[in-house]
């Protein structure tokens, strides 16, 4: 005797195979679109700022608000440069030293750290080794 095997099919004519391809393609469609929705979502704020950075103070403020600058000023970014009697690159090179320095400090705690446990054998090395790496 011989059997032979047949592929099931529904109503629609597709095998329950090609059902689950189509179903798994239109759950990645619906993934990705998600994704570029929520993506936009995120970027919406960032673009608005630099948008609105570029257009003159009373055309940033007005009601209903303009999309697109009508023109392009820089002036905000000479502005910000030059504010007040401390200007935004006092701040800048404050915010450099101190990241400078605590990148230098934990560059040289991490090499005494890391001399440790190279060189110290002792009981649950493994799991304080693990613990500082998470």
């Keep these: 005797m011989t059997t032979t095997n ?10 329950p195979q090609q059902i689950r391809h189509m179903r798994n ?51 905000n970014y000479i502005e910000l440069t030059t504010f007040g009697r401390v200007g935004v690159m006092q701040h800048v090179w404050n915010s450099a030293i101190v990241s400078l320095l605590t990148v230098v400090g934990t560059i040289i705690l991490s090499t005494l750290g890391g001399y440790g446990f190279a060189r110290f054998h002792f009981r649950g090395k493994n799991l304080l080794f693990i613990m500082v790496l998470s």
């Design 6 to 15: 047949t592929l099931q099919q529904n109503e629609s004519g597709l095998s």
């Design 25 to 75: 393609a239109l759950l990645l469609g619906l993934r990705y679109i998600a994704l570029i929705v929520l993506a936009l979502l995120f970027l919406f704020p960032i673009v608005w700022s630099a948008l609105n950075s570029l257009k003159p103070p009373a055309e940033a403020l007005a009601v209903p608000p303009t999309y697109f600058p009508t023109q392009i000023v820089l002036d």
